[in-house]
């Protein structure tokens, strides 16, 4: 009983500890950084894997946009914490370039040119532009360009040519012989079922090249029987030597994540919808195709805020990856998307806000490297999210941060000349630091000519252009500003400066904001502008005096 009761105590202390500790432990576990939390879900769902295959994809049938870009980036931040978990993985990104050419869409050159193309694969439809092999092809060539710029470098796969190559053969066949189960599963999410005589595939006729095409026959195994309603050609193909099958969509997909081992594949909320494709996908996989599902989760969509009228040149109305990146460096482009959580819609700004997300990854950067410090838990998110926005690896030492603002500033007054921004501040940067910088410039001064509201935009006077008309009051103010920038403009800081502005305004009479403004419309021909006391700072002594000297 002694006995019994001592083992009693113990255990109870025991399990006290055990409590203890698992608290501990869950109290100082950082939060973990979403990309991180799917690589380890990843690994639970389908076991220690030789190598982990991660997959997105899209059909070129358009300039691919920044929304697109989200599946993309939220599959390279899985694949990145994977690797960092120490798994092999193969990201692999589809070009869905066997699909029908629909629709010609709205911005296109040479519409009637396209349209006779309609009904064929897009990768059959000439780029109206003549310069690729074809109008995917276009589409496909601008992502591949881009997408290095911003760390990511997956394999990509060409649908065309897989099924040209008559690759599916198996697959194809495979969803020829559970014809009726496949109809079966999507019927449960029509409210109009498929015909009786529905076949899971499309042919394109081989003379005409178009889908316009009826099933006659199947023989069971790889041969069959088509007539085109287009051109009434009427052919027997076998499965294993022809390019003219292509499954239909929520087919083709479930067959080929079986056909490369998918493991992992984000989708957009079209098709996570309730009976959406995914749905009926992960139905099919399991039971015509004898594979799981890949692990998945839903992303939201992207908005854009602040663009207004101004229409990109080459995509219309759609703003792709090309369009952020004139005003966002790369790693901020990756900042935007690892910081904020893939469900969750968010807003790419080409308005002032701009500007705060330059200094919230400037802040992030800091971070990083220890230079600003906040709690531990807020710190080891900002770090997490610091690695997972580098296109490469973080530079060793704490890089150099030029102020968006302030760079903005810079660059009007030295009339977009980035050499002469980068000589006024001293730069010694080179190398990849002096690239990052240079485009930093580059997306400012894209910013400010582009999308800049009115108030932020300025350019100094011309030296020597005709003097503003003043009072007697306000050219006494305009003299002892004038004095005090020759006599000691040196040994000023912004709040001193500031300081003395103001006591200026008092000797002279002037409301200080009517100092202000007069001082704005002698330098910048404006009523308003930057601070003015860091702004005379920013311009320098010779600067300001050659444009305060003729009154
Ligand atoms: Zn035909």
Known sequence: MKMFLEQLIFSSLLNNCLSML?????????????????????IREKGEKEIFTCASGVTPSGTVHIGNFREIISVDLVVRALKALGKKVRFIYSWDDYDVFRKVPANMPNPHELEQYLRKPITFTPDPLRKEASYARRNEVEMEKLLPLVGIDPEYIYQAEQYRKSLYAEGIRTALINRELIRDILNEHRSAPLPEEWWPLSVFCDNCKRDTTRILAWDGDYSLTY????????????????????????????????????????????????????????????????????????????????????????????????????????????????????????SISFDLDVIKIYEDYDRCERIYYGTETVSEKRSAKERRIYELSQVTEPAGETPVQLPFRHLCNLLQIKGGNIEQVFQSLNLKSSGDELKRLTCRAECAWNWITGFAPDDFRFSLKEEGSAPVEVSAVERKALLLLRTEIAGRLQDHDENSLAEAIYTIAEESGLEARELFKLVYRVLIDKEKGPRLAGFLLTIGRESALKRLETY
Not at 36 to 41: G, H, I, N, S
Not at 300 to 316: A, E, L, N, V, W
Not at 330 to 340: C, D, K, L, N, Q
């Open 22 to 42: 698992i608290l501990t432990h869950i109290m100082k576990k950082p939060v973990q950084h979403w990309a991180d939390t799917y690589a380890e879900k990843i």
């Open 227 to 346: 007539n085109c309603d287009s051109c009434d050609n009427n052919e027997t193909v076998h499965l294993r030597h022809t390019p003219a099958v292509k499954l239909f969509w929520r087919v083709d997909w479930p067959m080929r994540w079986a056909y490369e081992s998918v493991d992992f594949e984000p989708a957009g909320k079209d098709h996570h919808s309730e009976g959406g494709s995914f749905d009926t996908a992960r139905r099919i996989v399991r039971e015509v195709y004898d594979y799981a599902a890949p692990t998945t989760f839903q992303y939201d969509f992207i908005g854009i805020k602040g663009r207004g009228g101004k229409i990109s040149s080459s995509t219309g109305e759609v703003v792709s990856l090309k369009d952020v990146l004139e005003i966002y460096q790369p790693e901020i482009v990756r900042y935007m998307f690892a910081g904020t959580r893939p469900n969750s819609e968010f």
